[in-house]
Each structure stands twice: as C-alpha cells, then as structure tokens.
T-cell receptor, first 111, second 113 residues
C-alpha cells in the first residue's frame, strides 16, 4: 500500500513569494495534519483537517492556510514568505484523528 | 502551556548496550502517547503508542515503553541496541480529545559498531 505522499520534495523560494505544498493521504484515511519542523527541533502543529473541515489550528500567522479536497488530499499555502519559514513541512494522515502516519516532507528554503 | 521534554538531546552507545530515553509531559488530563523514529534519510515512522490499558507497550524492532502516570513519563527502552538503531527519536502526546501532536525536541542516538 502506498504511504503518504508529498510534493514537491524540495522547493526554493524568495522572500515575499507564495508557496503551495501538496499531500495525498493513505488510501482510506480521512484526516490530514500539517506540521512544520525547523532544524534541531520537534515538529510544530499547523493544521488538522477531517472530512474537509478544519479541526484544529496551531499558533501560526494567517499567512498560513490549508484546505482538504473531496478525495481527502490537502494543500498547505504560505503567503508572503519570510526567511523563518524555511523548514521541513510534514503531512500526516490518519483514519480518523488518532494515530498519524507521516510522509517524507517538503523541504522549503526561503532566500 | 502543555509541553513534552526529552532529557537527552544526544546519546552515544556501543552495540549491545541497553537503552533508555526519557520523555516527560506536562498535563494532568488524559493523554495518548507516541514514540516516533526517524532513520537517516527517511521519514518519521511510528515506533509504538499508548492509548489505554497495559502501561507497558511493545513496539517494532524490540522497543518498548512504559507509561507511568504518577511521574508523567513515557520512557523508551531497548535491552540491546544495534548499529541500525542509529536515528533520531521523538516523543509526542495528544491531550484529551485534541488530536494535535505535541512533540519533544528529539534525541539523536548514535550506536558505535
């Protein structure tokens, strides 16, 4: 069975630009969560979606937004990029909202 | 604010040594507890989890963890480590019915062959 997939793998942007990251959950999983992992730290929660509805939002500015589509895939958008947004962005899926299974992540570098 | 603490940021052991990685959380309510592992060049993988029941849980690759509610702890153990256990280990919790994972900072484990 295919695991969680994320695209792109790597991304380089400049300050002020906008970026869209994509995630496809494990087949049958209806919940998707997004996390930001800065080098040397544990992941920080950004969003969780279940059945296309936002179930939770972490302490991130409004520049961060997300959505979940009818096929349960998800996009994370970040506007007006800052240098501090450079990180590994992780997507996790779960059947409901319990155990989360992670994808490989998208490495975002902001110059 | 609720938090998760992992006591050791770096641990170096020789093969066949015993391992114990500490994890403490600060929350008095109901918790679900997880250990995830990230091998070099790979993504986060679930090692084991505790939701309820027997506080001693067994995971993959010979790992186990014990939930001690009175100590707010969920330490990870392995009796005899192998070189292939070299990885970064993360403890994480969810609180009550909130499904956001709260993470520790991680412990980098290096096993010397």
């Amino acid at each position: 069975d295919a695991g969680v997939t994320q695209s792109p793998t790597h991304l380089i942007k400049t300050r002020g630009q906008q970026v869209t990251l994509r995630c496809s959950p494990i087949s049958g999983h209806k919940s998707v969560s997004w996390y930001q992992q800065v080098l040397g730290q544990g992941p920080q929660f950004i969003f969780q979606y279940y059945e296309k509805e936002e179930r939770g939002r972490g302490n991130f500015p409004d520049r961060f937004s997300a959505r979940q589509f009818p096929n349960y895939s998800s996009e994370l958008n970040v506007n007006a990029l800052l240098l501090g947004d450079s990180a590994l962005y992780l997507c996790a899926s779960s059947p409901y909202t319990d155990t989360q299974y992670f994808g490989p992540g998208t490495r975002l570098t902001v110059l | 604010a609720q938090s998760v603490s992992q006591h050791n940021h770096h641990v170096i052991l020789s093969e066949a040594a015993s391992l114990e990685l500490g994890c403490n959380y600060s929350y008095g309510g109901t918790v679900n507890l997880f250990w995830y592992v990230q091998y070099p060049g790979q993504h986060l993988q679930l090692l084991l989890k505790y939701f309820s029941g027997d506080p001693l849980v067994k995971g993959i690759k010979g790992f186990e963890a014990e939930f001690i509610k009175s100590k707010f702890s969920f330490n990870l153990r392995k009796p005899s480590v192998q070189w292939s256990d070299t990885a970064e280990y993360f403890c994480a919790v969810t609180l009550d019915s909130n499904y956001q994972l709260i993470w520790g900072a991680g412990t980098k484990l290096i096993i010397k062959p």
